[in-house]
């Protein structure tokens, strides 16, 4: 049976990776996840610089999912490299860096740097950020600015690129496109739902930073729409993720258009999810006489 | 030893209006608790409630795992439905203990409310050699009377916002006239040789905190955040500190009091 | 205490409302709803001609929420004015007729048929649909389309008008004020976020019409984010709704500046929602010593 | 007399593999429901399962309503976790029952799988004056046959997929082998003079449908779609009929079966 899945240069042993932000730097995990396993190891976004987030309270849940607001706070590319990254030099599984910046040169830098260490093998580049050259709009919400900086980060660096898209946007297969035009080997998608709670007792907002994302099983139904629009748009792969639980939630993104998914918010609920999913996955081949998951990918029936 | 584990509800009832004590009986070998740690529990029935609640160990004994628990939310009023021989997945023990005192020092426990939950099990650790200043709203929310009276080697100090137990008023009233009046000598104790351990609302944490930095006391408490994953991997559970901001699950939920940044 | 709100030209008698699609034409529930006693009555999207709707399954539920892909089913406006509307007459409440069309024209002549009609308090326009002139692309996203064809109805109408906003967009608030501009006289959001779900076994999309619309508790945070936004952005009375359960629901959209809320999938759950919703915020008015509900509205403290 | 009921489990037990009775006394008086009716059960816990799922009545007892029902998904997995004491809400009696047949005609009743649960009202109605052909996947999976021998005065045909009891093959099998062999001379009926009810899956249904129409027979089908309100207002639930989209749950569920169009 062959599980493997290929994502630009990267190729993957199975198709189910962790989601940036929900699996720490790999090592919160390891205590519950046989991280050899994983197809691939997204880790929390990086910035150039270290990074305070957001005040708290940072996290609310909502029905069937939840709100965050960290506020991308991180421990710096240079610490990361320095203090995390041998831990993760230890097993077999590639290493994806999810990255972002404050402006098109940020997020060069931090291409650029990262690409030249050993034991990174593929990069993802989360434009759901401001930007702080246009006002502090969002990057990934106007097609002009992601062309440029996917154009830009492309330039400087020959490992996989991903790019990871808004949701919050008009028209996904828009963005993707625009991406895949700028040179990115995949897209990935979907970040968070910008969404708010407000407590009525205290008239406040349930998050210190007012907004946040949405992410959990809520939204999974908005995400397997856009991987299947996406899926229609590009020809890069296409990683699928928004409130995966399950294998069958993998399973349904996969047949929507996504070569592997993205783990996310389930890591909290069970840890072992990943894991289970890919034997999920395994076993439902078994039973459809499936013997490439790749045959997976994009198999809805219209 | 995993941390990841399965268990069945053996007990859950009401200890008193609106608390359950859960308890629970793994199905896999685990890691024993100490005092101050806690469990993240899913009931795991459906999607909503989603997540996993924080909750202190309260107590250990013939292998299964105890919780005193207020309900409050979706959550706990999903976790009272459970009953015998249902299953909870649970993540723990999870995050830092309260530290043993040094010979030379008195333990002072302040616990506000549920807070008791967590303290309790340090009492017991201690061998009941602390003093005990437990305050809550109104008597009925005062839990597990009798096993303190019974486990207490020094005084159990209560008080209620209402007056209804003990002494009006809050905690910090109560301990405010112990260390610094002399109704309450202290022993061959000076005030300086007192460790405080906090677990309570937040302004009563402040409270103790600013009172400790007064006094010059060193002191502990356990902070509360809304968690996701309650292993350090979201970033979701931070509060404030002199060296930025620390996760309540991993760095925490025990901290300094002087380390906090009351904002 | 006074529970009035003013929309337009219009006065409720409380802020609560139904959600077009999901209360029928009114009498579907008047077995269990006292109809006197609601805000208005928003009765299900009529077309100057009858339409047949997507084939089944038109409904799926989802975690916290519900796909559905009726199509837009409905009887036409004229049999609507003679079958329909008498029943609704009877009752002194509002009657608010959402409608759309295929194209300007067709909004135009539906919005300009309705208005002259006895009974009928108010328009709530249905921008979320096709658009056969451009390649049937959605007339709500995109800011040039909405506002001509919103033009084109306040032209021919003088009574209230509401538009109803697509949350499938970029900017919800660039929307609204396009919509004021326009001549609305309100904005009301949000209609239901596109989704899809597909059925591992058989490989077939869930809904007979592959996509459909998202709605339900799912949605509510992202509906709340998009009231605030909008409601900082426009002068026009907001109406709020997605995932609206409860009292505490309603009032957390009048905090984030809800000056009026409908229910929707709510009304599936429990027939007697909107009835409750009254109640509980009478209620919270009285513990809250608040006079004028209208003092809820935009009532978050940042 | 409301149609929006609360209402006590005071049964909800197994009755075979997969299939549970549950028995529900209403606290509001309500309208006494038809067979072939349904009610819309909500379980209302939280926002996971949503919807309200439709289920027919199956039976009424002494002010009790019974529902028969099989555990497919996330609702009836839910629903399978009440215990007696718990409580649901549901709205009905809703939708049209099967129209009783004229004097003249006998009727003929096919149910497959978990159809049983709507047919045996009507059984019970006609005294037990029916033919029942009644088919299931499997033995296991045949429910309430003792109830049904009991109450039937003309014959009970069974048939398994699997063949582990009564016939191998589905109930369509042995209704043409009932009405076009003589085998079962149907008394002193001629085969126009029978009126058929079905409720099964939509295959089943489909063949009955074109079954009857082949002979020349009248039939009743109870249709099945996913609902979301129950009560004909959001339009969730049709099936196409020869005059456009029908309600299933307004102008059904019982239809006409020569009134749908198979696609
Ligand atoms: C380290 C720690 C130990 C605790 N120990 C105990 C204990 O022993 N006994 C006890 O009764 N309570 C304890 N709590 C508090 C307990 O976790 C909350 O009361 C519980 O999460 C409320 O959940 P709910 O769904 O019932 O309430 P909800 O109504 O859902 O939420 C009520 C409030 O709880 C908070 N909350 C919601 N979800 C979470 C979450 N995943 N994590 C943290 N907070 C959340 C929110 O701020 C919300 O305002 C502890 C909390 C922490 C952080
Ligand atoms: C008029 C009518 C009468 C019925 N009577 C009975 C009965 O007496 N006994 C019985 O066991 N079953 C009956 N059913 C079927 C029953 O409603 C479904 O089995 C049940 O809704 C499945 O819900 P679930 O959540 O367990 O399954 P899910 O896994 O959630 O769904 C399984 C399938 O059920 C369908 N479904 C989901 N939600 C709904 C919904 N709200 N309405 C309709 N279908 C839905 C979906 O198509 C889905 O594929 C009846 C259905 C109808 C329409
Ligand atoms: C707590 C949290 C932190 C996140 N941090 C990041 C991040 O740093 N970079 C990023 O690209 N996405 C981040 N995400 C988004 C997730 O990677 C994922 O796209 C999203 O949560 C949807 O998947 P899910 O529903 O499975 O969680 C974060 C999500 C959560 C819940
Ligand atoms: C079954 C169904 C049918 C709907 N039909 C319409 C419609 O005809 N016109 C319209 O503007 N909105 C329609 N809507 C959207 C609702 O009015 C509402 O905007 C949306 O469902 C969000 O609210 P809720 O989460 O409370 O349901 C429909 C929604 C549902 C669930
Ligand atoms: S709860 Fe996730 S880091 Fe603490
Ligand atoms: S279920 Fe809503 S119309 Fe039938």
């Known amino acids: ?302 | 030893m995993s941390k990841y584990i399965r268990a069945k509800i053996t007990e859950n009832a009401p200890v008193n209006k609106g608390h359950n004590l859960l308890v629970l009986s793994p199905d896999n070998i685990q890691q024993h608790p100490l005092p101050g740690q806690f469990y993240m529990i899913g009931t795991d029935f459906s999607y909503d409630p989603l997540l996993k609640r924080p909750f202190s160990i309260f107590r250990e004994a013939s292998g299964e795992l105890q919780f005193l628990y207020r309900i409050k939310g979706k959550g706990t009023e999903r976790m009272k439905e459970m009953k015998k021989g249902d299953t909870v997945n649970l993540l723990g023990p999870l995050g830092n203990g309260y530290p043993i005192p040094g010979k030379n020092l008195t333990p002072v426990l302040i616990a506000g409310g549920i807070g008791i939950a967590s303290l309790f099990p340090l009492a017991e650790k201690l061998s009941g050699n602390v003093h005990l200043f437990y305050g809550a709203r109104t008597k009925n929310e005062l839990l597990m009377l009798n096993e303190l009276k019974g486990l207490l080697r020094k005084e159990l100090i209560i008080s209620t916002d209402d007056g209804s137990e003990g002494r009006k008023g809050t905690v910090i009233d109560a301990l405010n006239v112990f260390l610094t009046s002399n109704s309450h000598p202290p022993q061959a104790d000076s005030t300086s040789n007192f460790l405080l351990y906090a677990c309570g609302p937040s302004p009563m944490l402040e409270a103790v905190s600013k009172f400790a930095a007064e006094k010059g006391i060193k002191g502990y408490i356990s902070m509360e955040e809304n968690m996701a994953c309650g292993v350090g991997a979201c970033l979701g559970c931070t509060v404030k500190t002199k060296k930025g901001y620390k996760r309540v699950c991993k760095e925490g939920p025990v901290f300094s009091a002087e380390e906090i940044v009351w904002t």
């Open chain 1, 1 to 302: 049976m062959d599980l493997t899945v290929n994502i630009g240069k990267l190729k993957l042993k199975n198709p189910v990776m962790t989601a940036s932000g929900t699996f720490g730097y790999g090592e919160e995990y390891s205590e519950f996840v046989d991280l050899n396993k994983l197809g691939a190891i997204v880790v929390k976004g990086l910035s150039l610089l270290p990074r305070e987030g957001n005040p708290p309270p940072r996290v609310v849940e909502t029905p069937a999912g939840m709100l965050n607001a960290i506020g991308l706070q991180n421990i710096g590319i240079e610490n990361f490299i320095r203090e995390k990254l041998p831990f993760l030099r230890q097993f077999d599984t590639s290493v994806i860096v999810n990255f972002f910046g404050d402006s098109i040169d940020e997020y060069a830098k931090a291409a650029e740097r990262l690409s030249a260490v050993d034991g990174i093998h593929g990069l993802e580049m989360n434009i759901s950020c401001p930007n702080k050259e246009a006002n502090w709009s969002i990057f990934g919400t106007d097609p002009k600015v992601t062309f440029e900086v996917v154009s830009a980060v492309r330039k400087v660096t020959d490992i996989t690129l991903i790019v990871k898209l808004s949701p919050n946007v008009t028209d996904i297969a828009l963005m993707a496109k625009v991406a895949e035009d700028a040179g990115a080997d995949a897209v990935s998608l979907i970040n968070t739902i910008t969404g708010m709670a407000i407590d009525i007792k205290t008239k406040r907002p349930r998050l210190g930073n007012i907004t946040g994302g949405l992410s959990g099983p809520a939204i999974k139904p908005i995400a397997v729409r856009m991987v299947y629009e996406t899926f229609k748009a590009v020809k890069i792969p296409v990683i699928g993720m928004g409130g995966i639980m399950n294998s069958s939630d993998a399973i349904e993104f996969m047949l929507a258009g996504a070569t592997a998914v993205a783990v996310g918010t389930a890591n909290f609920v069970n840890p072992s999810t990943t894991i289970d999913i890919i034997n999920g996955i395994e076993s439902f081949m078994v039973e459809n006489s499936i013997t490439d998951v790749k045959e997976l990918t994009g198999g809805i029936k219209i």
